[in-house]
């Protein structure tokens, strides 16, 4: 079993920043690829960043150039760094791995909510 716990929300003013932090735990050495999702009422989860095991990376054009995925192996954790944030990067970001445990499968945090006020 893999957890991830989310931290690093909160609100900022348009413009601001933000560094949101992703801990695993539990069987780490079946995760794969890690990333960051958000959500909004009126909208779908959205991918927002993804970082592969060997550090290869990926953004939704949204994002790109403001945001940047990191992750550090030694210590389970992925980041998510937030510069220029919008009112529309308001959301709850998840935190999401693929794991593999005989099958491939997903594991999600329980997300934590960012809010950029104008």
């Known amino acids: 079993q893999v957890q991830l716990v989310e931290s690093g929300g909160g609100l900022v003013q348009a413009g601001g920043s933000l560094r949101l932090s992703c801990a695993a735990s539990g069987d780490t050495f079946s995760i794969n690829d890690m990333g960051w999702y958000r959500q909004t009422p009126a909208n779908r989860r959205e991918l927002v960043a993804e970082i592969t095991n060997d550090g290869n990376t990926d953004y939704a054009d949204s994002v790109k150039g403001r945001f940047t995925i990191s992750r550090d192996n030694a210590k389970n954790t992925v980041y998510l760094q937030m510069h220029s944030l919008k009112p529309e990067d308001t959301a709850v970001y998840y935190c999401?791995?693929?794991?593999?445990?005989?099958?491939?499968?997903?594991?999600w945090g329980q997300g934590t909510l960012v809010t950029v006020s104008s």
């Open positions: 999401n791995a693929h794991i593999f445990v005989g099958r491939l499968a997903e594991v």
